[in-house]
């Protein structure tokens, strides 16, 4: 008899681990996470982790903003393991002809709170004096940004996850999605099928030949 969950997330990364924990806190039922490998054992392991706002849609400032407030205070937030979060601060060059769009970048993120500013060539020395800044017409600076470390903050994700009731499946591989009438109905694994009314494909570079056999055709 196949195993049935809620939702099954494939994948152990930081981007699965954190959707695990964040649906496991809203508590919208039981979710089983697959592993093919171990933890962070893709990606999320070799990722430098860098925890920045500076973009130029909002929407995706919005969402680093989240994300820069759960690794700096991840102890009251999350409550299990730790980031590895450390405040270095988040430099941007920009050439001439890139200024006007730093410049909408930086009073975009002013308007939401954002403690960062536009910086001269010179500031942009002072900063890191090891910098070539022959090239440089002036920089965007994130006192509060930084990084974090990819393992760390997937592992932590997991351990936390799993005081939440979250089944977690390490050394399980996602071998297909089943459907039936083009819906999505669950898992194909190692271990056999799980049954599940939502899947979420978080896989790295294993999610496309996931997704492609049911039409759906990622960038």
């Known amino acids: 008899m196949a195993d049935i969950a809620d939702i099954v997330v494939v994948g152990g990364g930081v981007h699965g681990a954190s959707t695990a924990w964040h649906l496991a806190k809203r508590g919208v039922g039981n979710i089983v996470l697959l592993e093919k490998d171990g933890i962070a054992s893709g990606a999320s392991g070799w990722s430098s982790a860098i925890v920045r706002m500076h973009y130029q849609l909002e929407s995706l400032v919005k969402i680093t903003m989240y994300g820069r407030e759960l690794y700096g205070d991840w102890a009251n937030i999350v409550g299990v393991g730790e980031s590895g979060f450390r405040k270095v601060g988040f430099l941007v060059l920009f050439p001439e002809d890139e200024i006007e769009q730093g410049q909408k970048v930086v009073k975009m993120q002013n308007r939401l709170g954002i403690d960062t500013r536009f910086i001269s060539k010179e500031e ?11 090239d440089v017409a002036a920089g965007a600076w994130e006192p509060n940004s930084g990084h974090a470390d990819g393992s760390t903050v997937a592992n932590s994700f997991i351990a936390a996850a799993r005081t939440l009731g979250v089944d977690v499946r390490i050394g399980t591989e ?8 083009d819906k999505i109905t669950g898992v194909e694994t190692s271990e056999g099928m799980i049954s ?10 294993r999610t496309s030949a996931l997704l492609e056999p049911h039409g759906i055709d990622l960038p």
Request: net charge negative; no cysteine.
């Open 196 to 205: 599940a009314g939502t899947v979420i494909v978080e896989a790295g570079f």
């Open 124 to 134: 942009v020395s002072q900063i890191e004096p090891r910098l070539s800044i022959d």
């Open 174 to 181: 996602a071998l297909g999605l089943t459907t039936n009438h």
